[in-house]
């Protein structure tokens, strides 16, 4: 586990951007967070780090899927916010896609029993004065040395 404490907007980018060379395809990526924690914007700046000739980055909120071309292969960001059922994720694909592309999942708790066992997981806190807390851990097979970030 890996805990990063008071950290800006900028500075979260810049971890997204450092994190960014360490990961590899497939896997999936759960951020987990409240509302306005700011998985989005972590995701936005990784999709940008990792697929430099993407300029827009929206957010999935209503679309549920965002796909990506990057140099490692289909990056999907999703968020899962308004399914009901966990089985909705299935239907649009995603339990499929999180073996075999680069999956950024907000809001996985919606994804119930499909929850991979292998998955890096990362932590978003609001904290005092708008900062964030992030913390980063690797769970089940996958293996990321975070010393770099
Ligand atoms: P949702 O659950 O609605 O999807 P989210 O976790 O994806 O929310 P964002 O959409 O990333 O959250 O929103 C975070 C908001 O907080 C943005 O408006 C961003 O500008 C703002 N913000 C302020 N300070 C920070 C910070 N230190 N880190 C990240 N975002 C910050
Ligand atoms: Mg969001």
Redesign the pocket.
């Known amino acids: 586990m890996y805990s990063l404490e008071n950290?800006?907007?900028a500075d979260?980018t810049k971890i997204a951007e450092h994190l960014s060379p360490l990961i590899s395809s497939p896997l999936p990526l759960c951020l987990w967070?409240?509302?306005?924690?700011?998985?989005?914007?972590f995701c936005r700046a990784l999709i940008r780090a990792l697929c430099p000739q993407v300029t827009e980055v929206p957010?999935p909120?209503f679309t549920l899927i965002q796909e990506y071309e990057s140099p490692l292969g289909t990056i999907w960001h999703c968020?899962l916010?308004r399914l009901d059922m966990p089985e909705e994720a299935e239907e649009l694909g995603l339990i499929e896609a999180l073996y075999q592309h680069i999956c950024l999942i907000?809001?996985p708790e919606r994804l119930g029993h499909f929850l991979p066992k292998n998955r890096l997981d990362l932590h978003?806190k609001i904290g005092a004065d708008?900062?964030?807390n992030l913390t980063l851990q690797c769970q089940g097979a996958v293996k990321i040395d975070f010393c770099h970030l």
Do not use: H, M, Q, V
């Not at 967070?33 to 914007?41: M, S």
């Open positions: 950290l800006s907007e979260l967070g409240n509302l306005g924690a700011g998985k989005t914007t957010s909120t968020d916010y907000e809001w978003l708008l900062s964030r």
